[in-house]
């Protein structure tokens, strides 16, 4: 329905769409800015400018398909980089980097955490945009930039807009990265895209056409033959990680057979040339991560090591896209 009709149908278009800015209010959460977002097709997901600009939870029609780890939504305050995994919300996406991400460790002198810090820096220049932009087309755009800095350190910023659209339940993830600073930095960024139940059950499988799947140690046998398949959630279990060659137009997504609901990431390979698989069917941690990423996590000392970590240039910028889109048979 176009502009004119669909405004003829309503007085204000928040009974159909928009992004609500509120604050959570007590537990480990409060303070934590969130903006909620209706796309008026059945899309619903919530930002957290105070959490990297990542997004927590997302369900379409009313049937949620993120993952949200057992801490819940964390404040940046109560951030403890050693221990990452306390304030671990995973949610549809965490940001994992800027300069540093995977296995923590030492490099070059510096001790680093768990994936790095991206995911609970809060950002500045937060603003949302929710209106026509056109006689066909209904907005909701959120901006804003974290910035990973330090004295006699990096001066990364991350400028990240994410939108979407009325009668279009996808979400489109654009990110500027860019060196501020003046001298070479590190670059490592890897997407924690999380989704479980109901999405994903033993009736969901994992749908992919980037290639070469290996798992993250070649020292423990994984059994790769399952790799796309899942069970009901296992008493123990270990978890596995893959990791699959990305190049060009690249997609992947968890497809439930049995509900016919289905997310699919597309991305670019050419940006992010690795597909990160954390698959881990343990009781609340019932999990798969689908993980674009510039390089697999290693952590910063491997890359180093091998020759393979990344630096962007002073002033130099480099761009990300993602979508997120859901569907139900």
């Known amino acids: 329905m176009n502009k004119t009709e669909l405004r003829r149908r309503v007085g204000d278009m928040s009974q159909l769409a928009g992004a609500l800015r509120m604050e959570y209010a007590e537990g480990r959460a409060k303070g934590t800015a969130a903006i909620e977002v209706r796309n008026g097709s059945g899309l619903r997901f919530v930002v957290l400018p105070d959490r990297g600009m990542d997004i927590a939870y997302a369900e379409l029609n009313g049937v949620p398909f993120s993952?949200?780890?057992?801490?819940?939504?964390?404040?940046?305050?109560?951030?403890d980089e050693p221990d990452f995994l306390r304030s671990f919300t995973a949610g549809l996406l965490t940001t994992c980097g800027l300069t540093?991400?995977?296995?923590?460790?030492?490099?070059?002198?510096?001790?680093?955490?768990?994936?790095?810090r991206a995911a609970n820096?809060?950002?500045?220049?937060?603003?949302?945009?929710?209106?026509?932009?056109?006689?066909?087309?209904?907005?909701?755009?959120?901006?804003?930039?974290?910035?990973?800095?330090?004295?006699?350190?990096?001066?990364m910023a991350l400028t990240r807009t994410i939108t979407t659209r009325m009668g279009?339940?996808?979400i489109y993830i654009h990110?500027?990265?860019?060196?501020?600073?003046?001298?070479?930095?590190?670059?490592?960024?890897?997407?924690?895209?999380?989704?479980?139940?109901p999405l994903l059950s033993a009736d969901t499988v994992l749908e992919t056409n980037c290639t070469g799947l290996r798992p993250r140690n070649p020292e423990v046998p994984l059994d790769l033959a399952n790799a796309a398949n899942f069970s009901d959630p296992i008493h123990g279990y270990d978890e596995?990680?893959?990791?699959?060659?990305?190049?060009?137009?690249?997609?992947?997504?968890?497809?439930?057979?049995?509900?016919?609901?289905?997310?699919?990431?597309?991305f670019n390979g050419d940006q992010l040339p690795y597909l990160v698989e954390w698959k881990m069917m343990g009781e609340q941690e019932y999990v798969v991560g689908m993980e674009p990423g510039t390089y697999p996590p290693f952590g910063r000392a491997a890359a180093r090591?091998?020759?393979?970590?990344?630096?962007?240039?002073?002033?130099?910028?480099?761009?990300?896209?993602?979508?997120?889109?859901?569907?139900?048979?």
């Open 121 to 155: 820096i809060p950002a500045e220049d937060v603003s949302v945009f929710q209106d026509w932009v056109d006689d066909e087309n209904y907005e909701i755009r959120i901006t804003g930039r974290i910035r990973e800095c330090k004295v006699f350190g990096c001066d």
């Open 67 to 79: 993952y949200i780890g057992k801490t819940g939504v964390v404040a940046p305050t109560h951030y």
């Open 175 to 197: 990110d500027e990265i860019e060196n501020r600073g003046f001298q070479a930095s590190p670059l490592m960024v890897l997407y924690h895209m999380n989704f479980g139940y």
């Open 240 to 266: 596995e990680v893959f990791i699959r060659d990305a190049a060009g137009a690249c997609y992947t997504a968890l497809h439930n057979k049995a509900t016919g609901m289905r997310v699919q990431v597309d």
């Open 168 to 170: 279009d339940n996808a």
């Open 100 to 116: 540093y991400m995977g296995a923590g460790g030492e490099d070059q002198g510096e001790m680093l955490g768990l994936h790095g």
């Open 305 to 329: 090591e091998r020759g393979e970590l990344l630096f962007l240039q002073p002033q130099e910028k480099r761009i990300h896209d993602l979508k997120v889109t859901a569907t139900k048979a």
